[in-house]
Each structure stands twice: as structure tokens, then as C-alpha cells.
């Protein structure tokens, strides 16, 4: 498992120390003091290794706020990779702290 997390320039006034802890059962990640919103996004890369796809399938799967309502996240990329067991988002904007992760998408017809 790899993070990156990128806090821009006037994201938040002060400081702030935050937590970051890691879900390997559900493939998400917890960002703590939780709510808290920024004025910019921040930007995080997350990749899992050794996923278990056995569950469902790699087309099922997208990167979402998983405390409530879909918040249709923008990310510059998707990998997912079944072969070789790794799930990696890039360049995901999270607009406030709070547990995000894979979710299984559902079509409607």
C-alpha cells in the first residue's frame, strides 16, 4: 500500500495535524479531524497491493466518500488491475476529511 496526500497552498489557514488510517478489509482510507472542509481541495494517490477480486468484478469498482451520499469525485486516473491484485486512484480531489474508498458502482436499467 502506497499514500501521497497534497495539501495546496491556502487550503486552510493555520495549522493542522490530521491522521490518516488505512482500511486494508475495505480498501478505504480514514482522514482525521473529520468533518473538516477546505477552501481547496486537497489531492490524494492510494494504491492498494494484494486485492482479493474474487468478490467482484474490475469494472464494478470506483473511488467515493463512503460516510454518506455519492460525491462523484474527480481523479486525473483509475487503476485496476485483477492479474495483479492493485486498485490505484491518482489524483483524487477531496473536498473535506472524512473515510473515502471502493465502492462497487450499480448500473440501473
Known sequence: MTAKLTIPERAF??????DMIFD???YSVGLYPSPYTFKKPVILDLTFTGVDFADFGTNELDF????GESENLNYSGK???NKWGILRIEGVQIPHFSRYGWVRTCLLY
Open 64 to 67: 467515493d466518500y463512503l460516510n
Open 13 to 18: 489557514k493555520g495549522t493542522l495535524t490530521f
Open 24 to 26: 486494508f478489509d475495505n
Open 79 to 81: 487503476y485496476v488491475n
